[in-house]
T-cell receptor, first 114, second 114 residues
Framework: GQNIDQPTEMTATEGAIVQINCTYQ??????LFWYQQHAGEAPTFLSY????GLEEKGRFSSFLSRSKGYSYLLLKELQMKDSASYLC???????????????FGAGTQVVVTP | DVKVTQSSRYLVKRTGEKVFLECVQD?????MFWYRQDPGLGLRLIYF???????EKGDIPEGYSVSREKKERFSLILESASTNQTSMYLC?????????????FGEGSRLTVL
């Protein structure tokens, strides 16, 4: 089964804020990644968290709590171009040396409406 | 900018055919990966490689093999294609050492097996 869990779909209006949650179970934690994937395109890297807390990058922020196995991606001031799938990725279950060996969640489709 | 190039965007093959998917990256990355992406399942790791002539199985290696004869090139081989291998295949590369080791993806190869 999936080691990484995230919601399937979220809908929000232009200008709003959306928070995408991600939970994971792993004993070999080496960071939590978020990627964005527009329909028909390759995923692109958004953010990386290895320490607890919030990392802010413009309109996008990512939060990590290692003790809770929990992360979220926060998208502020939503724009139509933010309609995409957002993928949470962490270490594969059972790995202790997880460098590069990521496991992805199924992705959260964010739909931004006018 | 890192560029990961996959040889074919779309392929249609018949059951039992041998299929080669080629991937080339131009940034001297040590690590290369093959994923397949299916709706509702997300990205699943097929094989990865940390060095030339080195390969390791991912989560779903059955029915696939790989080849890495040169650092920049990582090939995925389907010895005898089956209909359940119809999918989007994504190649990725990453840098070892300093930094988070985020993945850089190619545009994907959509394979249909009839």
């Amino acid at each position: 089964g999936q080691n990484i869990d995230q919601p399937t779909e979220m809908t929000a209006t232009e200008g709003a804020i959306v928070q995408i949650n991600c939970t994971y179970q792993t004993s070999g934690f080496n960071g939590l990644f978020w990627y964005q994937q527009h329909a028909g395109e390759a995923p692109t890297f958004l953010s990386y968290n290895v320490l607890d807390g919030l990392e802010e990058k413009g309109r996008f922020s990512s939060f990590l709590s290692r003790s809770k196995g929990y992360s979220y991606l926060l998208l502020k001031e939503l724009q139509m171009k933010d309609s995409a799938s957002y993928l949470c990725a962490g270490p594969r279950l059972g790995t202790t040396d997880s460098w590069g060996k990521f496991q992805f969640g199924a992705g959260t489709q964010v739909v931004v409406t006018p | 900018d890192v560029k990961v190039t996959q040889s074919s965007r779309y392929l249609v093959k018949r059951t039992g055919e041998k299929v080669f998917l080629e991937c080339v990256q131009d940034m001297d990355h040590e690590n290369m990966f093959w994923y397949r992406q299916d709706p509702g399942l997300g990205l699943r790791l097929i094989y990865f490689s940390y060095d030339v002539k080195m390969k390791e199985k991912g989560d779903i290696p059955e029915g696939y093999s790989v080849s890495r004869e040169k650092k920049e090139r990582f090939s995925l081989i389907l010895e005898s294609a089956s209909t359940n291998q119809t999918s989007m295949y994504l190649c990725a590369s990453s840098l070892s050492g300093e930094g988070p080791g985020e993945l850089f993806f190619g545009e994907g190869s959509r394979l249909t097996v009839l």
